[in-house]
């Protein structure tokens, strides 16, 4: 008797292997299947077996967290291997407002703003409204009439007060918060009449104190469960202290709405302040002044992905809470340090130009804004003493942009167009989609260039062809009126398009001793590997005619993609969001361009020229007076 093929999960090969089956049976033999009451019972058995099938391979799926699809599953798997997902973040600022007390009579010593909603951000998103709360009152004391609130920082979001009792049935020390969205930064957690706070524990292993927990400690654990809400756990007596019956527990959160209130920067007081006189307990309904930010609302996130889960709970398991490789410091640094990173580069200090052994350095791109403070800089150096290796320096470095600039010329066939200037519009929405995909604005990116050329060919049927050119460009940052030197990497190599020089471009800028603006520009050495950099100045504003200032300024390596500027007094640049910049822009060696080391790449600037192809419009058939787009120097000298 023959026996099924049990790889066979389709239904319809499913009902060939039970009629295979039926037919190797003597009692079957020459029976037609099809033309008889029994195809019904086949297709019945075909059908139950395609469905015990499925649900067979999805429980597998289900089963590892590189296959599994719902978030129960994946975050289950993930707490096997110690990985907490991130939690929502609220959007944050800080507020600034004062009371005026003149008119209160006995004027109080001190005002109290209550914990819960302090603002709101008014209609600035249509006609959806956000509060701004703070979850533990703030008092402050009464100087010359005034109280003055300044730097309250504030989340978006309503506080949640949630208590508990301890009773006998309680089953394993386990709590659980019942709202979805809440943000576990928020997160404060009281035991007792005498209000003992409790701190949220991730490890056995307190890195605050750098003692193990015990059975006195008074730390709680936090884990997700369905539907993203959270459970609380205590301790056992021995990892953690061990609840009484009776005990209460206070725990107070905030439920956010993520990162839908992030850049809210009007606000409307509509907190609660209180005093006290003569012990009874007062509002203040009167006296407030404007409330003004310090910045606008953010840093709000949503939950951690599933993707993101599956992706980083198993590298964070193999860095085994140690920073030992640069893989290390990249994942502990945006899952347990610094959770607002978007995106992160750490390389050792023998890949420094000079080498510098013993460091490693780390460049941040935060999620919001370009640079991380000078203060969260010191925060992450002091939490990652936890997991670095004693002898290693870490040392964080600020954002650097490696900027890409593209100029493409378009052809087009003018009898499959409506107009130019359509056709136009079309390219340059394909080509701003692709600046702000994920392959570019991170570090390691890679820009492709035919990936470019095939945005720019497929955006409307008219276009025939393209000549797009590729710029690098990095704004060096320069210190003004004292000498200083530069060293500025593009990390990928120059082409040198003529030996005469003039392959780089430089925004103008001012030193001292020469009163009018300058410029930069290179002289190749024979080798094509290194060469000199010269400074001169325009004869007229038409950049054709450059006039020496100084030789030997400084010196570039073609190969490495690196300028190093000599002692200079920069006194003046170009003015950029506040800053004083030199521009400076070179053709890459190559037109696929990575974002090596500490280099954020980013598509900042394109221009689309749209030219007529005169042979596919039937303009010139044979081609005689077709123009020919130069892939490389335009012959201009300068940035404007």
């Known amino acids: 008797m023959a026996l099924l093929n049990f790889t066979n999960l389709d239904f319809d ?8 089956y039926l037919k190797s049976n003597s009692d079957f033999t020459d029976y037609d299947f099809e033309g008889s009451n029994l195809s019904t019972i086949v297709d019945v058995l075909a059908y139950n077996t395609y469905i015990s099938s499925y649900n067979a391979n999805m429980v597998s799926n289900e ?6 699809t719902l978030r129960e599953n994946v975050v289950a798997l993930a707490r096997n291997i110690g990985y907490t997902p991130r939690s929502r973040k609220s959007s944050r600022t800080k507020i600034n407002f004062y009371l005026d007390c003149r008119n209160i009579g006995n004027t109080p010593s001190s005002i109290t703003l209550k914990k819960g909603p302090v ?3 008014g209609n600035q998103f249509g006609n959806q409204s956000y509060v701004f709360s703070i979850t533990e009152d703030i008092t402050v004391a009464i100087k010359d009439g005034f109280a003055e609130f300044f730097g309250v920082e504030v989340y978006e979001g309503t506080v949640v007060e949630q208590n508990y009792r301890v009773t006998p049935t309680t089953i394993g020390q386990r709590f659980i918060l019942e709202n979805p969205g809440i943000d576990l930064d928020t997160l404060k957690v009281t035991v007792g009449s005498q209000g003992i706070k409790y701190s949220k524990q991730d490890d056995l292993f307190n890195p605050v104190t750098g003692k193990t927990i015990d059975g006195d400690s008074k ?3 936090v884990q997700e469960i369905a ?3 959270y459970e609380m756990i205590f301790g056992d007596g021995i990892f953690g202290r061990n609840l009484q019956n009776g005990e209460v527990i206070t725990a107070t959160y905030i439920t956010t709405n993520a990162d839908a209130a992030n850049g809210v920067k009007d606000f409307a007081f509509s907190g609660r302040l209180t005093y006290i006189q003569n012990g009874v307990v007062n509002n203040v309904t009167s006296g407030f002044s404007l409330v003004t930010a310090d910045t606008p609302s953010s840093g709000g996130e949503p939950i951690e992905s599933v993707d993101s889960v599956r992706k980083f709970a198993p590298q964070m398991y193999a860095t085994q809470n140690r920073a030992l490789t640069a893989n290390d410091y990249e994942i502990l640094i945006p899952n347990k340090i610094y959770p607002e990173t978007e995106s992160i580069s750490v390389f050792g200090g023998e890949e420094m130009i000079p080498p510098q052994f013993g460091k490693v350095f780390i460049s941040i791109k935060p999620r919001t804004g370009d640079y991380v403070s000078n203060a969260v800089k010191q925060n992450i150096k002091r939490d990652l003493k936890r997991y670095a290796v004693a002898g290693i320096v870490p040392e964080i470095l600020d954002l650097k942009y490696l900027f890409l600039e593209t100029d493409s010329k378009v052809y087009y066939n003018t009898g499959a167009a409506p107009n130019a200037a359509a056709v136009s519009t079309i390219v340059q929405n394909n080509i701003n989609k692709y600046a702000e995909s994920s392959e570019l604005n991170r570090y390691g990116a890679r820009f492709k260039y035919s990936k470019l050329l095939k945005v720019i060919d497929q955006g409307h049927q008219s276009i025939t062809s393209n000549i797009t050119t590729i710029q690098m460009r990095r704004d060096l940052r320069v210190a003004l009126n004292q000498f200083a030197e530069y060293a500025i990497d593009f990390g990928n190599s120059f082409h040198i398009s003529s030996m005469k020089g003039y392959n780089i471009r430089t925004s103008p800028f001012k030193v001292a001793d020469i009163n009018e ?7 190749p050495y024979s080798d094509k590997k290194t060469g000199t950099i010269n400074m001169f100045s325009l004869s007229s504003e038409d950049g054709t005619t450059p006039i020496l200032r100084r030789r030997n300024v400084g010196i570039i390596n073609y190969q ?3 300028i190093t500027l000599n002692p200079i007094n920069i006194v003046s640049g170009k003015e950029k969001a506040g800053q004083q910049v030199l521009e400076i822009s070179v053709y890459p060696e190559s037109n696929d361009v990575i974002g090596l080391q500490d280099l954020y790449l980013q598509l900042d600037s394109s221009t689309v020229e749209m030219v007529v192809d005169e042979i596919s419009s039937g303009l010139d058939p044979s081609g005689s007076n077709y123009v020919v787009t130069p892939s490389y120097s335009t012959g201009v000298l300068v940035r404007s």
């Open 13 to 20: 090969q499913i009902k060939v292997s039970i009629i295979d």
């Open 63 to 68: 089963c590892f967290i590189d296959s599994a």
């Open 119 to 121: 603002a709101s951000s």
């Open 219 to 221: 730390i709680y654990f």
């Open 227 to 229: 539907d993203e809400r």
């Open 517 to 523: 603006k300058v410029y930069l520009y290179d002289l």
């Open 560 to 562: 490495k993609g690196r």
